[in-house]
């Protein structure tokens, strides 16, 4: 039985600090966050920094080249390693951040949907690249209305399973069921924060300010000269593909980001909402949330 905490909510709610505050001794962190995974995407990932990162023990961040692909299948792979490692050693593991397909497939398990098919997935990569990622969403809300209206346009690699998934057996993603029950090998403590929407909205302004304060038009700079383009997996997130889009001034571009913000934490709560485990709390309510940890945790498990 593997048995942790998961810790989640949308962008700019107050993860870090939280964590910061709770869970520095006995615990060790798996990153659940699809940017901070990528090397040298630091201050747009908000990514923790280095005296956190030395004070609480951090796995699955800096695994990847910002050129190379990732995905939700691979992340469980990798985050069960991690996780069978911390508890191996007396440890408590931390699954943090705001990629909710990362949480859902880990603890509830993939859908039924077939597996990978490498023919296919050249085939869809083919006509991406020649007819573009506008042409492929549109394909998709053509073949699988549903799954569009989940699927962000600037998801390119969901919009390209969902098509890979009707490619191989005519049928939209959206027909194959998802898991509704966790896992039966799992013990978890599921823990999700929310914010009212003005206080949210007025924390993602604060953090972009933030951004931009710590050096990220200089970040985007140097990912460029590496040879960055809206062709790299990780220049889709939120951020980076606005800076390549084309602003020139500073306030567009912290407007178009904090847009594409603003949108991105409305569908993570969303989609958060859809785990019926999860015990909400605003983030000032630390002595509730820590009751819930040691209410789940024994004292022998906690060193």
């Known amino acids: 039985m593997r048995k942790f905490i998961a810790l989640f909510g949308p962008t700019a709610v107050g993860k870090t600090k939280l964590t910061e505050d709770l869970f520095s001794d006995g615990f060790e962190i798996v990153n659940a966050d699809s940017v901070q995974?990528?090397?040298?995407?630091?201050?747009?990932?908000?990514?923790?920094?280095?005296d956190l990162m030395e004070k609480i023990p951090h796995h699955l961040v800096d695994i990847k080249d910002p050129w190379e692909e990732y995905s939700s299948g691979l992340f469980v792979q990798d985050a069960t390693s991690a996780i069978d490692d911390i508890i191996s050693r007396g440890k408590m593991p931390l699954l943090t951040g705001g990629t909710g397909y990362y949480f859902r497939q880990l603890m509830y398990g993939q859908s039924e949907a077939p597996a990978a098919d490498p023919d296919v997935r050249q085939r869809v990569k083919k006509e991406i690249g020649e007819n573009g990622s506008a042409w492929a969403f549109e394909k998709l809300k053509e073949v699988d209305p549903v799954s569009s209206k989940r699927i962000h346009p600037n998801d390119k690699y969901r919009i390209s399973r969902a098509l890979e998934v009707y490619y191989s057996s005519s049928m939209p993603l959206s027909s194959f069921a998802l898991p509704d029950r966790m896992k039966d090998d799992l013990d978890v403590l599921v823990i999700a924060l929310r914010r009212d929407k003005e206080e949210l909205d007025e924390r993602i302004r604060m953090r972009i300010?933030?951004?931009?304060?710590?050096?990220?038009?200089?970040?985007?700079?140097?990912?460029?000269?590496?040879?960055?383009?809206?062709?790299?997996?990780?220049?889709?997130?939120?951020?980076?593909?606005?800076?390549?889009?084309?602003?020139?001034?500073?306030?567009?571009?912290?407007?178009?980001?904090?847009?594409?913000?603003?949108?991105?934490?409305?569908?993570?709560?969303?989609?958060?909402?859809?785990?019926?485990?999860?015990?909400?709390?605003?983030?000032?309510?630390?002595?509730?949330?820590?009751?819930?940890?040691?209410?789940?945790?024994?004292?022998?498990?906690?060193?």
């Open 209 to 303: 300010d933030r951004m931009f304060e710590e050096g990220f038009p200089d970040e985007v700079k140097r990912l460029k000269e590496m040879g960055a383009s809206q062709a790299w997996p990780s220049m889709d997130a939120i951020g980076y593909r606005e800076a390549l889009s084309g602003y020139s001034a500073p306030d567009e571009l912290k407007e178009a980001i904090y847009i594409s913000t603003r949108k991105y934490a409305k569908r993570q709560m969303t989609f958060f909402r859809s785990f019926k485990e999860a015990h909400w709390f605003h983030p000032d309510e630390k002595e509730k949330i820590r009751e819930a940890v040691f209410s789940f945790l024994s004292s022998e498990e906690i060193n």
């Open 37 to 50: 995974i990528y090397r040298y995407l630091d201050i747009g990932s908000a990514k923790p920094g280095k």
